[in-house]
């Protein structure tokens, strides 16, 4: 089974999500967000905009 974890770092004045596979894969966001959740709940919604990522 595969494994998609979300993180969030501090970056400037908020928060910079990354999305990494379990191939070792990751994406950053150009993006900072205000809030950790916020920053979460960004990066899950563009993954969810990538199924063939997902299906990779």
Excluded: H, W
């Amino acid at each position: 089974m595969s494994e998609v974890r979300l993180s969030a770092t501090p970056k400037g004045n908020g928060y910079q999500t990354t999305v990494t596979f379990s191939s070792g894969v990751s994406l950053s966001s150009a993006e900072t967000y205000s809030t950790v959740p916020e920053a979460i709940t960004a990066a899950a919604l563009k993954l969810l905009e990538m199924p063939d990522r997902i299906e990779a």
